[in-house]
């Protein structure tokens, strides 16, 4: 089992980050939050969603980590948990006047995960000084306007696909800038997001993923 950062490095011998195996993690992702949001007697808030809190097995299985920890811990480093969040590119506007962390704040922040995902690309700061700041949203944003959106797509995940349109990865984008939309009451929940993400499987479907999901595959993700 490996961090999901780790997973997307390509080292020899390591199976590639298709579409469909990216699919299965964001799915098992998205399963694990609508879980932590609606399956239980109140809503446990995960409150630091991001790619390095996301453990993914050799079957594409992911499960989420350090979840529920502002029960536990000060203030103070509940605060700078959220401060993290806004270095790495996952903290929700609304994070900038109100410091506590709710549902649709874990939405934003799986917004920017699912486009890190589909991108290839991290969030936040880069770079040795995290001199350059990497909005992927903005990115997006750009990219739509210029009328080049397929390039924004990671290369590896593209490999194998006739049509991003049948396979779900616009679907997925578009879901994804929802999840990231300023105002909070316009972003889907959890639970629609499992939703839109079951509706739009990749036809191109590993071998790791068939239509037939295992016992595994239906468990919840965290």
């Known amino acids: 089992m490996c961090c999901l950062n780790d997973c997307a490095e ?9 579409w469909a195996r990216r699919h299965k993690i964001a799915l098992g992702i998205a399963r694990g939050l609508a879980y ?9 808030i995960h409150g630091n969603v ?13 499960r989420l980590t350090e979840f529920g920890l502002d029960k536990i ?7 700078e948990i959220v401060s993290q969040a806004k270095s790495d590119g996952y903290k929700a506007p609304e994070l900038h006047k109100m410091k506590k962390c709710n549902p649709r704040s874990d939405v934003y922040a799986f917004g920017i995960l699912l486009l890190e995902i589909l991108m ?3 969030p936040g700061k ?7 700041y990497v909005d ?6 750009a990219a739509v306007l210029e009328e080049t959106t397929m390039e924004v797509f990671d290369l590896e995940a593209m490999k194998g696909i006739r049509s991003p349109m049948e396979e779900g990865l616009v679907h997925a984008l578009k879901l994804a800038m929802g999840c990231c939309a300023p105002v909070t009451t ?5 639970e629609e997001v499992v939703k839109q993400l079951e509706e739009n499987r990749p036809r191109n479907r590993s071998a790791l993923y068939s239509p037939t999901e295992t016992r595994s595959d239906a468990e919840t993700p965290c």
């Open 126 to 132: 880069s770079g040795r000084n995290g001199g350059e």
């Open 50 to 62: 991001r790619s390095k809190n996301v453990l993914v097995d050799d079957f594409f299985f992911a």
């Open 136 to 141: 992927l949203p903005s990115l997006v944003k």
């Open 186 to 190: 316009v972003r889907p929940s959890m």
């Open 73 to 79: 811990m000060v203030q103070a480093v509940a605060d």
């Open 10 to 18: 390509s080292k020899p011998g390591k199976p590639a980050l298709n």
């Open 36 to 44: 932590l949001h609606t399956g239980q007697e109140a809503p446990i």
């Open 120 to 122: 290839g690309k991290k």
